[in-house]
C-alpha cells in the first residue's frame, strides 16, 4: 500500500464521511472515492458498505484498520519524535484545568512526555473556568482543559477529550433529590446559582433563561468558585448544573446531584492559544490525546475521544459519498 492509500482507509474509516475524509486530506471527494476502489479491488471485497445515508466498514474493513492503525501510528510518532528532538523539546509546560477529573488524564500524560523527553517537564494548574482563559490567554499556561464554548476569538478550541453526564445540583432536602433522573424542564423549579466571571456563550450552554418548553428559569446568586456554589446550594439559595462526576470529587452531605435523562453531556475539550504552533505544543497536545484515548486513561468512566491526530475534533458519523 501506497502512504496515501494508507492515509485515505485510514482517514475514511475514522470519518466515514467521504466529504470530510476529502477536507481532511485536502483532495476531492472523486479522489478519495477512486482511491477507497482500487484498494477494494486489491483485497479482492469490499472494505467500506455505502448508502445515501452512511458509511461503515465491512468485516474485511475492520480487519484492515485494526491491523494497518498500529504500525501507522507507530511511524507517525516516530516522524514526531524525531522532529521534536530536532528542535529541542525541553522546559516546562504548563497545563490548565477545570474540572479535577481531567486530573489523571494530566497526571498520565506528563510522565509519558517526561519519559520520551527527559528535559521537558509539566506543571499543573487546576483554576475555575473564567480564570482558566484568562490564563491561556495571558500565557501563564500553554494548554487548557475546560468544557466548550469559548467566544474568545484567541482560542482555539480542540478535540473534546472525554465527556459527563450533566447533573442538576440541588439542596439534600429539595423533593428533586429524592428523584433519580431530572428533565430539562425542572431547571423551573429552583433559581440557578451560576459561575461568576464566565461567558456568555458558557452562561446559555450552563445556565438558560429558559426551558425548552419555553418556561422561565429563575436566576439566583453567583460565585466564583465550586466551593461557595455549593455553599450558595446547601443554603437554599438554588440549584446549579455540573458534571455528574462531580459528585463524586465533592462529595457533601448537604448536596444532591441528580442526572438528567433529556440533556446533552458536559464535554471537556484541549484549547489553545491561536498561532502557538511550536513542536512543544504539538507534542504536549498529541501526548495528552494519546492518553486520553487509551481505556482506563480518565478515573470517571468518561467517553474517550479515540480520534487519531491531535487537531481532529469529534464529529457526527455518517454521510454518503
Known amino acids: 500500500m501506497e502512504r496515501y492509500e494508507i492515509e485515505t482507509f485510514l482517514t475514511l474509516a475514522d470519518e466515514l464521511h467521504f466529504a470530510r475524509t476529502a477536507e481532511r486530506l485536502h483532495v476531492s471527494p472523486g479522489r478519495v472515492s477512486q482511491t477507497i476502489k482500487t484498494l477494494e479491488r486489491r483485497v479482492g471485497g469490499l472494505l467500506f458498505e455505502r448508502s445515501s445515508r452512511r458509511v461503515a466498514l465491512t468485516p474485511a474493513g475492520l480487519q484492515l484498520r485494526d491491523a494497518v492503525l498500529p504500525a501507522y501510528e507507530q511511524i507517525q510518532r516516530a516522524f514526531a519524535d524525531v522532529t521534536a528532538a530536532y528542535f529541542g523539546i525541553r522546559g516546562v509546560l504548563r497545563v490548565g484545568f477545570t474540572a479535577p477529573w481531567s486530573g489523571e488524564i494530566l497526571v498520565k500524560a506528563g510522565d509519558v512526555l517526561s ?35 469559548v467566544e474568545d476569538p484567541d482560542v482555539v478550541v480542540g478535540p473534546v477529550l472525554f465527556s459527563q453526564r450533566r447533573a442538576l445540583v440541588v439542596p439534600a432536602a429539595h423533593p428533586l433529590a429524592r428523584r433519580r433522573t431530572v428533565t430539562l424542564e425542572d431547571l423551573a423549579v429552583l433559581p440557578l446559582v451560576t459561575a461568576a466571571g464566565v461567558s456568555k456563550a458558557f452562561r446559555e450552554e450552563f445556565f438558560p433563561a429558559r426551558t425548552p418548553q419555553g418556561r422561565d428559569i429563575g436566576r439566583g446568586p453567583s460565585a466564583g468558585g465550586w466551593e461557595g456554589v455549593l455553599s450558595l446550594i446547601s443554603g437554599g439559595k438554588g440549584a446549579t448544573v455540573a458534571a455528574i462526576a462531580a459528585g463524586t470529587y465533592h462529595v457533601r452531605p448537604d448536596i444532591a446531584y441528580i442526572p438528567f435523562d433529556d440533556a446533552g453531556p458536559v464535554e471537556y475539550a484541549l484549547m489553545w492559544r491561536d498561532g502557538d504552533a511550536s513542536a512543544r505544543l504539538q507534542v504536549l497536545i498529541r501526548t495528552v490525546v494519546e492518553v486520553a484515548a487509551v481505556p482506563g486513561g480518565s478515573s470517571c468512566g468518561c467517553r474517550g475521544i479515540g480520534a487519531p491526530g491531535p487537531w481532529e475534533c469529534q464529529r457526527c458519523a455518517g454521510g454518503g459519498e
Open 115 to 149: 519519559a520520551r523527553y527527559p528535559g521537558c517537564t509539566v506543571e499543573l494548574l487546576n483554576v475555575t473556568y473564567g480564570a482558566a482563559i484568562a490564563a491561556l490567554r495571558e500565557e501563564r499556561v500553554d494548554l487548557l482543559v475546560a468544557e466548550p464554548p
